[in-house]
């Protein structure tokens, strides 16, 4: 589904640009973590009218964002490959370290660049939600970019039916959060950029988890109201402003 229209894709990559010249591309890759708790222009996609539409659509019309990251899969001329490690992602299931229950997780891959199957497109396994949590072990190839280094084994993953998902730059895919997915590594000369925001309806809640304690600091209620506060909504500053001011 198209998102951006053309100005607005070329001012989104003209502002991430800028952050590639200020920390480096190696940095940018993957850890622009939560930037939509600094950067206006990061929170303005995150709670685009065209996004929100799709998502308030698919978990109802109250919703909090829960996390954001940039993915940035840079050819080998951009970042070379420490030690020929080339960066991928593993098959895994988004909720698996999440620590919250309650409710249904939407992962949103907004992509800054055209992705195919040359330069790292995402797979998914259509029907794998229906699983329920899989099992998840480290990773035994280097380069996964997860951060808790974590995979799904290979006999659990009913790799013969994947499916690609390639967009077009300013372009969206929505999957749920139990979605066994993966995407290999980026073997083409030109840049694999998107936004990954994760999205739950207000119902969710945080839990406990012993392998890997989680907090949640950048959690924003971006659509419709919170009777539940599971989560304290840390919304921004100048997010509070522009709610104040346009009435949203």
Partial sequence: MNILDKKELDEACNH???????????????????????????M??????????????VLGPNIILLDSRFICKYSSTDVPHKDDTVPYVAWHQDIKYWGFEG???????????????????????????KQGILEHRS?????????????????????????????????????????????EPNMSSRRRCGFVIRYVPTTAYPVEDPVRPRSFPATVLVSGTDTFHHFQDH??????????????
């Avoid at 973590?33 to 600094?38: E, F, G, L, P, V």
């Avoid at 993953?157 to 749920?176: K, N």
């Avoid at 919304?235 to 949203?248: C, H, S, V, Y």
Wanted: aromatic share 8%; with cysteine; net charge negative.
């Fill in 44 to 57: 303005s996609l995150a709670v685009h009218p065209n996004l929100l539409e799709v998502i308030t659509a």
């Fill in 235 to 248: 919304a921004p500053n100048f997010f509070k402003q522009e709610i104040l001011i346009n009435g949203k």
């Fill in 16 to 42: 991430y640009e800028k952050l590639e010249e200020k920390f480096g591309k190696e940095y940018t890759q993957y850890s622009l973590h939560n930037a939509h708790m600094q950067y206006e222009w990061v």
């Fill in 103 to 129: 409710g249904p997780v939407a992962s949103v891959w907004l992509a800054f660049d055209n992705v195919d199957t040359e330069n790292g497109v995402l797979q998914v396994i259509p029907g794998s939600h």
């Fill in 139 to 183: 990773a035994g190839i280097p380069g996964n970019m997860l951060t808790a280094n974590q995979e799904i084994p290979r006999n659990l993953v009913r790799e013969e039916e994947s499916v690609a998902c390639p967009l077009t730059a300013g372009q969206m895919s929505v999957h749920d959060g139990l979605t066994v997915h993966a995407s």
